[in-house]
């Protein structure tokens, strides 16, 4: 899957800290996609080169790849 925010957090205050990153009902969205069978997702809002990944209790892993920009430097 692809979006622009976060669905899964890349460390961990950033909910507290830096919430505008992640989507609205981040822990439900992610769970329900997983368990649904997404098991990876590109974002790229924070413009940053991150892997972060959560495992559903049904056992079901949704990876969280954040890519950078163009427009940031030096370009990923």
């Given at each position: 899957a692809f979006g622009h925010?976060?669905?899964?957090?890349?460390?961990?205050?950033?909910?507290?800290?830096?919430?505008?990153?992640?989507?609205?009902?981040?822990?439900?969205?992610?769970?329900n996609l997983a368990n649904a069978g997404i098991n990876y997702v590109f974002t790229s809002?924070?413009?940053?080169?991150?892997?972060?990944?959560m495992t559903t209790k049904a056992g079901n892993r949704l990876v969280d790849i954040e890519t950078g920009s163009l427009l940031t430097y030096p370009n990923p």
């Open positions: 925010h976060g669905w899964v957090p890349h460390f961990s205050a950033q909910p507290k800290v830096l919430p505008m990153y992640l989507i609205d009902n981040y822990k439900s969205v992610a769970t809002h924070a413009h940053t080169n991150d892997v972060s990944e």
